[in-house]
């Protein structure tokens, strides 16, 4: 399969992050606006975390926390496993599976480049079935 650097450069180039002295709801609100799952939380420039919808479910909502009044930085996964841009999507989906993590921020360095989800991984594998498919009818078919 391909380097990750190959799905961000299909994507928007934006990177959405937060810094750790966020309200969780202010970071759920963004979220819920761009339509994502997870964001990289950055601090003076480094990347210190990632906050993502599970960080919410299992540390504020299950365990009666308010999320106008808990700080990001309290409940951030801040072990994050990272990968580099050649880092092939194969390598990706079995360190996603073995870490059961959804999220993979793609970094060169201190740089974040980018982060690809689980949903980045299978599009390019059933692409990749796609294009697999369609080249062999074509040799049966001629």
Excluded: W
């Amino acid at each position: 399969m391909k380097p990750v650097i190959e799905l961000l450069k299909k994507r928007d180039p934006k990177i959405y992050q937060v810094t750790s002295d966020l309200l969780v709801f202010d970071g759920l609100k963004l979220l819920a606006e761009y339509g994502i799952g997870a964001v990289v939380v950055m601090d003076k420039g480094l990347l210190v975390g990632v906050f993502s919808e599970r960080d919410y479910t299992r540390k504020v909502a299950l365990q009666g926390r308010n999320s106008r009044e808990t700080r990001i930085a309290d409940i951030m996964t801040r072990e994050v496993v990272t990968v580099a841009p050649r880092t092939g999507t194969n390598a990706c989906m079995a360190l996603m599976s073995q870490k059961k993590i959804r999220h993979l921020p793609v970094v060169d360095g201190d740089q974040v480049l980018g982060m690809i989800s689980i949903r980045d991984i299978m599009d390019d594998i059933i692409a990749g079935h796609e294009e697999t498919i369609a080249q062999l009818q074509h040799y049966i078919s001629s």
